[in-house]
């Protein structure tokens, strides 16, 4: 990755650090000035190529006040739908489930107005990017597979796309997660089951 040649602003946020986890903590941010994000190819590991995991697309127009979005643990994927039709399926890797504190909530919600571009834990030692909120008001959501401080993802984190592996959110690639970022708005149903 390019080094900017911007000074670099730390701010201190508070903010809800890892998925699935109640705790509040006082967390450092580092925020550089323009360019912030990373190109998509500057992030990926070495061993991956940009394509967008088993992702689909429909070909027709989407409107996005008619979307739903449909989460399967057991296949691990988010449908976006339209009129009971799927315009988009994404791999997503959601949470353990093996105790309360990595457990992805099941039921209907609606995205919430909580959406940022990044997020670092000290406490995970993990971040990500495009986070949208879906439960808690940003302690659920749907984000980029994890990176490290430096925003570049983290290989083995990748590999576990498709399999449950997260604190209770939704893990997607970052193409995914930057899509659902842009285009999904608050207010929009969100239904999770097995």
């Avoid at 911007?6 to 890892?18: A, D, E, I, R």
């Avoid at 009129?83 to 353990?96: F, P, Q």
């Avoid at 992805?104 to 919430?112: A, K, L, S, V």
């Avoid at 401080?149 to 604190?167: C, F």
């Amino acid at each position: 990755m390019k080094k900017a040649l911007f000074p670099t602003t730390l701010l201190s946020v508070l903010l809800l650090v890892g998925c699935g986890s109640n705790e509040v903590r006082n967390t450092t941010l580092q925020a550089e000035a323009q360019p912030s994000t990373p190109t998509l190819e500057e992030t990926l590991p070495q061993s991956q190529s940009t394509r967008e995991p088993e992702a689909t697309r429909s070909l027709e127009p989407i409107d996005f006040r008619k979307v739903v979005i449909e989460c399967d643990i057991s296949e691990q994927r988010v449908y976006v739908k339209q009129d009971g039709h799927v315009v988009r399926t994404m791999l997503t890797s959601s949470g353990l489930d093996t105790t309360p504190d990595n457990s992805t909530p099941r039921g209907d919600f609606q995205i919430e107005p909580e959406r940022g571009e990044w997020f670092y834990s000290n406490a995970y030692q993990e971040g990500a990017q495009y986070w949208v909120s879906f439960k808690n008001h940003g302690e659920f959501l749907f984000h980029s597979v994890v990176m490290d401080q430096n925003r570049q993802i983290i290989d083995s984190e990748w590999q576990k796309l498709g399999h449950k592996a997260s604190h209770g959110c939704f893990r997607l690639s970052l193409p995914d997660a930057k899509w659902i970022y842009d285009h999904i708005k608050t207010g929009t149903q969100v239904s999770i089951h097995e």
